[in-house]
């Protein structure tokens, strides 16, 4: 797939489940999360690598809103995502409509994604079904969108491979407009990660939309206004403190984040979920806890208490970590007014800005 170039060919995006006709609706509003909730998510089926690449990029959202992921094998997840059949469709539920899916059944599906699919693609795609998940409807089905439509060419584009649609699929998926009732909207926005590219092919007046692969400023603010509260998160650790497994610390601009994950690599990513930095120790089975220890030096343990990544900045009491905002992580020496050179003890040397 090339970068930027709209590959009018392989046009692969989300199919809407279950539209509704009296309460479809930006975000429909019946059908949001209370902001504070912390939604269990868990794989059905498919490749850890995937599975990781799918957690990693899931977690954004949450950088702008009051919900929080919380993946693991919970039994009652409100979340199922289903990614090991490459079928060639992606979909979610949108919103609580996912309590009402049998719990054995995925309310998240992935259909193309595999261990070497590059970022930019994860990004996109799981961005875009997260926010389904959220509650958010396709932006080109926006009450004010308006897209000059040219609806001979989108059913023949749509009803041929890849996506093979019926036409009711392509009215559903492309056509109808949300009531204005039921929703919660903002400017219809070209950015946004809720609208599919638009090739000029199908438009009458040469309107086109690119790949959005990233979430929009308006996505960050109007959803943030959804789920209020957001969080700001941790940017530090004390001498003392300590990371458990999928807990992150963010850069105070909100750019970087640094995780234990859950197969015991720490990595930090930036804001397109591009790793910049880790402690290469992913495979390990049990993750225990990433901590700044008393004594200054900043360890990644197992839970059997075994060492498996160190900064080696032992013998400086009362030492911090901090995820700066150019990217690179560091230890600084105790009390240490000004963060410079002189009073970094280890670095990462990932600063990306
Ligand atoms: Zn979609």
């Given at each position: 797939m090339s970068d930027d170039i709209l590959d009018f060919k392989s046009i692969k995006v989300c199919i809407d489940v279950h539209p509704d006709e009296d309460t479809r609706g930006a975000v429909v509003t019946s059908k949001k999360w209370q902001p504070g909730q912390t939604l269990r998510v868990r794989f059905l089926d498919g490749d850890p690598t995937v599975q990781q690449k799918i957690a990693a990029v899931a977690h954004q959202w949450s950088q702008y809103i009051n919900i929080q992921f919380a993946f693991g094998n919970d039994p009652n997840a409100e979340i199922r995502i289903s990614c090991g059949q490459l079928d060639g469709q992606s979909w979610s539920n949108i919103g609580t409509d996912a309590l009402s899916v049998d719990k054995n059944q995925p309310t998240m599906h992935y259909g193309w994604l595999q261990p070497d699919t590059p970022d930019e693609e994860y990004s996109r795609v799981v961005l875009h079904e997260f926010g389904h998940a959220l509650g958010c409807i396709h932006e080109h089905q926006h009450p004010e969108a308006g897209i000059p439509w040219n609806r001979d060419a989108v059913y023949r584009y749509y009803m041929g491979p890849p996506n093979n649609w019926t036409k009711e699929s392509v009215d559903n998926n492309l056509f109808a407009q949300y009531?204005?009732?039921?929703?919660?909207?903002?400017?219809?926005?070209?950015?946004?990660?809720?609208?599919?590219?638009?090739?000029?092919?199908?438009?009458?007046?040469?309107?086109?939309?690119?790949?959005?692969?990233?979430?929009?400023?308006?996505?960050?603010?109007f959803m943030g206004a959804i789920y209020p509260g957001a969080a700001k998160g941790r940017t530090t650790l004390a001498s003392g403190q300590s990371l458990q497994p999928g807990q992150s610390l963010r850069s105070p601009n909100q750019l970087h984040t640094l995780i234990l994950q859950t197969?015991?690599?720490?990595?930090?990513?930036?804001?397109?979920?591009?790793?910049?930095?880790?402690?290469?120790?992913?495979?390990?089975?049990?993750?225990?806890?990433?901590?700044?220890?008393?004594?200054?030096?900043?360890?990644?343990?197992?839970?059997?208490?075994?060492?498996?990544?160190?900064?080696?900045?032992?013998?400086?009491?009362?030492?911090?970590?901090?995820?700066?905002?150019?990217?690179?992580?560091?230890?600084?020496?105790?009390?240490?007014?000004?963060?410079?050179?002189?009073?970094?003890?280890?670095?990462?040397?990932?600063?990306?800005?």
């Open positions: 009531s204005k009732n039921v929703t919660q909207f903002s400017h219809f926005d070209t950015q946004s990660i809720m609208l599919y590219p638009i090739p000029k092919e199908l438009t009458t007046n040469g309107f086109e939309v690119g790949w959005n692969k990233h979430l929009s400023e308006t996505d960050k603010a197969d015991g690599n720490v990595v930090l990513y930036n804001q397109h979920s591009q790793p910049l930095w880790a402690t290469n120790t992913g495979g390990l089975i049990k993750p225990g806890t990433f901590i700044m220890q008393t004594d200054g030096n900043l360890v990644l343990y197992d839970t059997d208490n075994r060492p498996k990544w160190a900064s080696q900045t032992f013998g400086n009491p009362g030492a911090f970590f901090d995820v700066q905002d150019d990217g690179n992580l560091v230890v600084y020496r105790a009390g240490s007014q000004s963060q410079t050179e002189d009073n970094a003890l280890w670095a990462s040397a990932s600063n990306d800005m």
